[in-house]
């Protein structure tokens, strides 16, 4: 199996890009990586693409060949990967396999979701498509309340507060603020957090991630070959991606995902790391409980200490496990399909030393965190400096 | 141009519904509508009004101020979301009620919230081109917001009639200008036989109403070499308290100059009828020689912006009808059981 580097990375603005087309968000971010790699888009053997849902958003199916068609890489393989917000993490996983294979060499991984083109409430209900149908989405659930009832059972066992969920909306807000793709550039207080609009108790609005347009890319190079085209070339030391039932009431805990433990077991045993070794992550925080957990899952602190282990003040920057430096899906924004990439994108910035003033200072080890649904699917990687 | 305005008249119902007792039924904070909006209460229209008894009521006023005899209006155009009717003008309801029947054309137009100022267009271009001598615009509606929606806060009732003429000793106020902005832009729409219409949530804001009016308003003043400066008064389309000042601020604008025409907090969000009535506030009080800019805001979407030039005519004039001030001030209180009613929601 040869070792993969990353050797460009792109991403878009993200925000309510109303006059930006789904083609051209694409485009631009792919252009960026394109740029970024400084290498000639004729290189590129195959791309893989992560999209939750154009159809419900946008009515566009078979994405996979309008983008190869737009980008003008026509007849090289592309393929769209779906697993619902995890499905940026799946595409770059799948370029990551297929260029360790040796089936191909320059291999893209993109995502980009288009959310915006509908209304709010057509947002909602595409998303929860995510959930069970059955089970799930036909009672009644949407992602708030299922995720709500997650925060509920975290607070009642180990005595997680709203203040500090509320520390983490607070923390993704600053750190978005050094960033110049994120949709909101704008601090708030635990006090906006919890005067917010309620949305399903205990989550406010101000706990959620917001309804986003964005895309991201990334290039990928066999490690042998990445120096043709880049002094920094990031390793994907490890991958790993692992399921759980798709609903919530099927699991033996509330309060932790599964998929997560799995998912970075695998991916840390392949890089021959583990928690304690990695100097800043990018988490799935699509609510704030969400990063609650992930912290305790992915082993950077004791399970239920996640929320004290935030208002600490240990997952910022300068903190002794920096969370979410882009801003986090709360701060930088959530386009489902693109997130999974837009945080391989994050940590890529960061080893290079490329992150202004949100840089971690000496970042060699980053991790990457991307669920799908309320926990099905988790696809976890863990990077470090090629050099 | 040598066109004019040679009398103006407004209209508001007189039961009013706050957002507190709105927001009651909803279950939702009040106090967080009411800064989001910056908003007070709406107006309501009784059980026997509609747009066209509103429009009336405006068109009344309107030829009481200008004293001329209403058999020499040639044009009547009324624009409206809510004419009562799909087919059958509401302009020819108000052309017989105010005597202006029969030698005239009539129509009724539609152009989202809008429509009326396209009328005061439509007629400055009929004046100034010696078709008629007098031609009558007016904006009136008795807006729809689904029971639960955002819009239910604002959507209100109230209409507001301007009769245009060529410039002489009888003007209140002269039209230095118009322009036009308009693109296809689907922020807000109701389709044929829905009751209620649709919009695109925050989309109404930054691509729609601020991009228009602003293009709106700089292309007037371009055209005309004027500053924010050189107005005492802005009126632009209020479909909340929030936005004008917003929009105000961005062209230059203070506070000073847009409160006298900033009525919606008072009466809610009266649709066609919201830049006319906030106009009409103006004409109710400011002095000769002062100039008052004019923006509309349709959905879809447009913006008519105008320059008028305040007369000595107005003050003969403006107390001959009711002002904008009395109609807000004469108000009833209704609950939401009542509003249901008036509002035909609860139907025997």
């Known amino acids: 199996m040869r070792k993969v580097a990353i050797i460009g990375v792109g991403l878009t603005k993200f925000g309510e890009l109303w006059d930006v087309s789904f083609r051209r968000l694409m485009l631009e971010a792919g252009a960026r990586a394109i740029e970024d790699a400084g290498i000639d888009g004729k290189k590129i053997d195959a791309m893989y693409i992560g999209n939750m849902s154009a159809g419900q958003f946008i009515s566009q199916e078979h994405i996979a060949s309008l983008i190869v068609d737009h980008a003008g890489l026509t007849p090289i393989p592309c393929t769209r990967v779906e697993a619902a917000c995890a499905s940026g993490g799946s595409a770059l996983r799948q370029a990551v396999i297929t260029v360790a294979s040796g089936i191909h060499d320059i291999v893209v991984a993109a995502g980009i979701e288009k959310m915006t083109d509908v209304l709010t409430e057509q947002t909602t209900e595409a998303l929860i498509t995510a959930a069970d149908q059955e089970w799930e989405a036909f009672v009644g659930a949407t992602f708030p309340g299922i995720y709500a009832l997650m925060a509920r059972r975290h607070m009642y066992e180990f005595g997680t507060t709203e203040e500090q969920l509320a520390k983490v909306a607070v923390k993704n807000h600053h750190n978005a603020c050094f960033n110049p793709c994120a949709q909101y550039q704008m601090e708030i207080t635990v006090e906006d957090v919890l005067n917010s609009a309620p949305v399903t108790t205990p989550l406010k609005l101000l706990d959620c991630s917001p309804i986003t347009d964005g895309a991201a890319c990334v290039i990928l190079a066999p490690l042998d070959r990445a120096r043709e085209f880049t002094d920094t070339p990031i390793v994907v030391a490890g991958t790993g991606q692992a399921s759980d039932t798709i609903s919530l009431h099927d699991r033996q805990t509330l309060t932790g995902i599964a998929a997560t433990n799995k998912a970075a077991e695998l991916a840390y045993k392949m890089a021959g790391v583990g928690p304690n070794d990695i100097d800043l992550a990018e988490v799935h925080d699509c609510f704030t409980i969400a990063e609650i957990m992930a912290i305790e899952d992915l082993g950077f602190c004791e399970k239920g200490d996640g929320g004290k282990a935030t208002e600490r003040g240990e997952t910022a920057i300068g903190g002794r496990i920096p969370i979410n430096t882009s801003g986090g899906l709360k701060g930088k924004g959530h386009p489902v399909g693109a997130t999974g990439i837009a945080q391989a994108v994050e940590i890529t910035q960061q080893l290079r030393g490329e992150a202004g003033k949100r840089q971690v200072n000496g970042a060699e080890i980053g991790l990457t965190h991307n669920v799908g649904g309320s926990g099905g699917t988790v696809v976890v990687h863990v990077m470090r400096r090629g050099d | ?348």
């Not at chain 2, 008249?9 to 009411?34: F, H, L, M, Q, S």
């Not at chain 2, 030698?103 to 010696?130: H, P, R, W």
């Open chain 2, 1 to 348: 141009m040598e066109v004019g305005i040679v009398g103006y008249g407004a209209y508001i119902p007189r039961y009013r519904i706050k957002v507190e007792e709105i927001a009651k039924v909803w279950g939702t904070d009040a106090k967080r509508v009411k800064r989001g909006l910056f908003l007070e209460e709406k107006s309501v229209p009784g059980l026997d009004e509609d747009a066209a008894t509103i429009a009336v009521e405006a068109a009344r006023n309107a030829v009481k101020r200008s004293g001329i005899n209403p058999q020499d209006i040639g044009a009547i155009y009324v624009g409206s979301e809510s004419h009562p009717y799909a087919v059958k003008p509401t302009a020819t309801i108000v052309a017989e009620a105010i005597e202006a029947t029969p030698d005239l054309t009539a129509a009724d137009y539609e152009f989202a919230c809008k429509a009326g100022t396209a009328g005061i267009q439509t007629c400055m271009g009929m004046v100034g081109s010696n078709m008629i001598k007098y031609g009558m615009a007016i904006g009136t509606d008795t807006a729809q917001g689904a029971p639960g929606d955002p819009l239910e806060y604002t959507a209100a009732a109230g209409a507001g009639a301007v009769i245009v003429g060529k410039n002489g000793d009888q003007t209140i106020a002269s039209i230095e200008d118009t322009y036009s902005y308009t693109t296809d832009t689907p922020d807000f729409w109701r389709r044929e036989m829905r009751p209620y219409p649709k919009h695109g949530g925050r989309f109404t804001g930054k691509p729609a109403y601020f991009k228009h009016v602003l293009s709106a308003a700089h292309g007037l003043l371009r055209k005309l070499q004027l500053t924010p400066k050189d107005f005492a008064y802005a009126v632009f389309h209020q479909p909340n308290g929030k936005f004008p000042l917003q929009v105000g601020k961005e062209l230059g604008f203070v506070k000073g100059q847009i409160m006298l025409g900033l009525i919606v907090q008072k009466i809610g969000n009266t649709y066609s009828g919201a830049s006319m009535v906030g106009l009409a506030a103006v004409l109710d009080q400011a002095k000769p020689g002062e100039r008052i800019l004019v923006v509309s805001y349709g959905s879809g979407s447009g913006s008519d912006a105008f320059s008028i030039m305040v007369k000595d005519g107005v003050e003969a004039k403006r107390n001959s009808a009711p002002k904008v001030a009395d109609y807000i001030d004469n108000k009833t209180y209704i609950d939401y059981s009542t509003y249901a009613k008036f509002k035909q929601l609860l139907v025997r």
